[in-house]
């Protein structure tokens, strides 16, 4: 006879959502680490100079935009290395202290737990670039050529090159000890416009030096913010989308060798 009872059915491993949990695990985790109270207290002590300088009194023109630009300067700085930091250590550690097997085993698929790592690493530095384009921006005066859209532009593409620079440390990450990934990736993220120049003197300003020079991600392109300081124009449309386009391409290159790296990796 029909009780009208059922019995309630396993939750399958398709109706599980591993990306929240993974994505506050690295939230929760990068809250505990020095990196986040140097990042303050540097975010502090700015923003203290800042503020006695605004009471002091700016003087000059030349001077409002110097310290603005430090401060965006310095932002995207610490908001670069912060990701370089925290990507190249997501899954070596993981590996390492064998945390990564419990996580595996949910289930949850190995670009699923890829994601998890690299999007709150890139949400962390985009949180630090905002923090101190905000400060910047309330502790500074702003001259009547500074245009908001102009910043709105420089801020979209830095935050595009941090994605450009997760992707690549967690890309490079799966290769190489942490230490190393940290120095190559800052490397590149730091000196890719000198790279980009001493490969076009090696192999000259023909096709050959120009097609390796395109081949080494140049992150100085998606700094904008001194077009901003110095009050210049929006970019042409057409060179803003070329630019986002050249970022998203470069983030999709390294999260595909990433996501094919660690597919193929025996852990």
Same mark, same amino acid.
């Given at each position: 006879?029909?009780?009208? /009872?059922?019995?309630?059915?396993?939750?399958?491993?398709?109706?599980?959502?591993?990306?929240?949990?993974?994505?506050?695990?690295?939230?929760?985790?990068?809250?505990?680490?020095?990196?986040?109270?140097?990042?303050?207290?540097?975010?502090?002590? /700015?923003?203290?100079?800042?503020?006695?300088?605004?009471?002091?009194?700016?003087?000059?023109?030349?001077?409002?935009?110097?310290?603005?630009?430090?401060?965006?300067?310095?932002?995207?700085?610490?908001?670069?290395?912060?990701?370089?930091?925290?990507?190249?250590?997501?899954?070596?550690?993981?590996?390492?202290?064998?945390?990564?097997?419990?996580?595996?085993?949910?289930?949850?698929?190995?670009?699923?737990?890829?994601?998890?790592?690299?999007?709150?690493?890139?949400?962390?530095?985009?949180?630090?670039?905002?923090?101190?384009?905000?400060?910047?921006?309330?502790?500074?005066?702003?001259?009547?050529?500074?245009?908001?859209?102009?910043?709105?532009?420089?801020?979209?593409?830095?935050?595009?090159?941090?994605?450009?620079?997760?992707?690549?440390?967690?890309?490079?990450?799966?290769?190489?000890?942490?230490?190393?990934?940290?120095?190559?990736?800052?490397?590149?993220?730091?000196?890719?416009?000198?790279?980009?120049?001493?490969?076009?003197?090696?192999?000259?300003?023909?096709?050959?030096?120009?097609?390796?020079?395109?081949?080494?991600?140049?992150?100085?392109?998606?700094?904008?913010?001194?077009? /901003?300081?110095?009050?210049?124009?929006?970019?042409?449309?057409?060179?803003?989308?070329?630019?986002?386009?050249?970022?998203?391409?470069?983030?999709?290159?390294?999260?595909?060798?990433?996501?094919?790296?660690?597919?193929?990796?025996?852990?």
């Amino acid at each position: 006879m029909a009780t009208g /009872y059922t019995t309630p059915l396993p939750l399958s491993p398709a109706r599980l959502r591993p990306l929240p949990h993974l994505v506050r695990a690295v939230w929760l985790e990068s809250l505990r680490r020095n990196e986040m109270w140097v990042l303050g207290l540097l975010l502090g002590l /700015y923003a203290a100079a800042a503020l006695v300088l605004r009471i002091v009194g700016i003087e000059s023109p030349q001077s409002a935009r110097f310290i603005r630009g430090l401060g965006f300067d310095l932002g995207g700085l610490l908001a670069s290395l912060l990701v370089i930091v925290t990507a190249a250590r997501q899954l070596p550690v993981e590996i390492e202290l064998r945390t990564i097997y419990p996580v595996l085993a949910k289930p949850v698929r190995r670009e699923a737990l890829l994601w998890g790592k690299a999007l709150p690493t890139w949400g962390l530095g985009v949180a630090a670039l905002t923090m101190f384009c905000i400060a910047t921006v309330a502790l500074t005066p702003t001259l009547p050529q500074q245009s908001a859209l102009v910043l709105m532009s420089a801020l979209l593409l830095k935050a595009l090159s941090l994605a450009i620079l997760t992707a690549m440390t967690m890309c490079v990450s799966l290769w190489l000890p942490p230490a190393v990934t940290m120095l190559l990736c800052g490397a590149i993220a730091f000196g890719g416009r000198f790279a980009a120049n001493f490969v076009v003197q090696l192999c000259g300003e023909g096709r050959w030096g120009n097609w390796l020079a395109a081949l080494w991600p140049d992150l100085s392109l998606l700094g904008q913010f001194q077009r /901003y300081v110095d009050g210049g124009a929006l970019p042409a449309p057409s060179v803003l989308l070329a630019l986002m386009v050249y970022a998203l391409v470069w983030t999709f290159v390294f999260a595909m060798l990433a996501a094919g790296r660690f597919r193929r990796m025996p852990i």
